[in-house]
């Protein structure tokens, strides 16, 4: 099993429409998970922290299911602009916390 | 401030020639890291440092050397470029904060060895 896993998409949706993504990660000892966005030929950055309790930024909620492995990234009224691609992101504490381990990305087009 | 810049932005070279690229951060980082991303492997970790003077391998580090003299700079060198080694090389920095940080990234090298 892959460390980090999503589907790679791409996702077609329509503008206003609600998307969601999983991905499952395959080391328990897992501590830390994130949701990256990346644009086309630019650099990954940061879009929020998964906390265990869950958390919501405006039209983005992700959840974590740690009994499941799996976390999930929401996104609601989806704009033009939110096309790109998500990346899953696991702190595997092989090293601590320093390293992360990155998914490939799920691309999502939002059309008009 | 700049956040990380790096350093070309575009090479070509060819097979058994060397370079190095050059990252640099401004915002005090501890950690510093370089990555490659190829189309369907998604982002790999080549090599990190956790502080001045310190380096260690990370995912696939073969082929690749890296140094980190100052705290704010972290080099990545080829010592002999290989097609394989075509890719779009990404520098990060972070700074550590109990369970949960942030990696902010440069805007990537696109090397292409022919």
């Known amino acids: 099993r892959k460390e980090v896993e999503q589907d790679p998409g791409p996702f077609n949706v329509p503008e206003g429409a609600t998307v969601a993504f999983n991905c499952t990660y395959s080391n328990s000892a897992s501590q830390s998970f994130f949701w990256y966005r990346q644009d086309c030929r630019k650099e990954p950055k940061l879009l929020m922290s998964v906390y265990s309790s869950g958390n919501e930024d405006g039209r983005f909620t992700a959840q974590l299911n740690r009994a499941s492995q799996y976390i999930s990234l929401l996104i609601r009224d989806s704009k033009l602009s939110d096309s790109a691609t998500y990346l899953c992101v696991v702190n595997p504490m092989n090293s601590g916390y320093s390293t992360l381990t990155f998914g490939k990305g799920t691309m999502l087009l939002v059309s008009p | 401030n700049a956040g990380v810049t790096q350093t070309p932005k575009f090479r070509v070279l060819k097979t058994g020639q060397s370079m190095t690229l050059l990252c640099a951060q401004d915002?005090?980082?501890?950690?510093m890291y370089w990555y490659r991303q190829d189309p369907g492997m998604g982002l790999r970790l080549i090599h990190y440092s956790v502080g001045e003077g310190t380096t260690a391998k990370g995912e696939v580090p073969d082929g690749y050397n890296v140094s980190r003299l100052k705290k704010q700079n972290f080099l990545l060198g080829l010592e002999s470029a290989a097609p394989s080694q075509t890719s779009v090389y990404f520098c990060?920095?972070?700074?550590?904060?109990?369970?949960?940080?942030?990696?902010?990234f440069g805007p990537g090298t696109r090397l292409t060895v022919t």
């Open positions: 990060a920095s972070s700074k550590p904060s109990g369970m949960s940080y942030e990696q902010y």
């Open positions: 915002m005090n980082h501890e950690y």
